[in-house]
């Protein structure tokens, strides 16, 4: 069994999968144990609906369809709009090492755009987890919700599965809320591929950077 520590070190988001499919005990297994996940006032303000099989393909179609007329707008700053120069390298960085790996140049839009799209096929992955919260819920609520999401891929890991959350999903939600009725009142976060992973595919045999811990921790009162 890995340990908590390995879970952590040798999860990375997976962009290709196999066509194996995965069983609904696992992910009711991972959600039962996710949700096990803290949150302030113990509130537990998530919500996921988990789409594979035909409800899936159902629901890459409309995409499809929907997204041959554009993104949607987004309903909330996916990036903020000016993003300093510290975090707008780590973001380049990471696109950078991803198309490398794909052999896709700087300037091939066309190809960053089509490898850009394969987001919204969850890159081929059989199942696909969609995070929703209360609109009511401000940004307490949202880091819960992201623990919860990071618990499940760490238990995602523990079974061999391989997990992309998705933020991409945001210049969907119009037609991502309506295909799995969401109330009015809930938001669509993010999207979660899981599957298990095309190990030998490309796309996943990059590993992106990490600050030193210097560069984020300050230590006070601890020699
Ligand atoms: C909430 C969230 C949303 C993300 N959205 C996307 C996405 O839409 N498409 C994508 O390819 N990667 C997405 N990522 C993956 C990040 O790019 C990735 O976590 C980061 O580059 C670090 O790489 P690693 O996950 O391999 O360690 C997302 C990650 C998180 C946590």
Request: charge should be neutral.
């Amino acid at each position: 069994m890995l340990s908590v520590s390995q879970a952590v070190r040798q999860r990375h988001s997976v962009r290709a999968f196999l066509p194996r499919p995965v069983g609904r005990a696992d992910i009711e297994a991972i959600l039962e144990i996710a949700s096990r996940a803290p949150s302030g006032g113990n509130l537990q303000p998530w919500h996921v609906d988990v789409l594979a099989g035909n409800a899936l393909e159902e629901l890459r179609r409309r995409v499809r369809d929907r997204l041959s007329q554009g993104l949607d707008q987004t309903e909330f700053h996916v990036y903020p709009p000016e993003l300093d120069e510290t975090h707008a390298a780590r973001r380049r960085a990471g696109g950078e090492a991803l198309y490398a790996a794909i052999g896709v140049g700087r300037e091939d839009k066309p190809a960053r755009w089509s490898q850009f799209l394969r987001n919204y096929e969850l890159f081929g992955a059989p199942v696909g987890l969609f995070f929703s919260i209360d609109r009511g819920f401000d940004r307490p609520q949202w880091a819960h919700l992201g623990m919860f999401i990071q618990t499940i891929m760490l238990l995602a890991e523990e079974r061999g599965l391989g997990t992309c959350a998705q933020e991409s999903w945001a210049a969907a939600h119009a037609t991502v809320s309506e295909f799995l009725e969401l109330p009015p009142d809930r938001i669509l976060y993010c999207g979660l591929a899981l599957g298990y992973p095309d190990r030998e595919h490309p796309i996943n045999r990059f590993r992106t950077e990490r600050e030193p811990l210097s560069g984020f921790a300050r230590f006070r009162g601890m020699g």
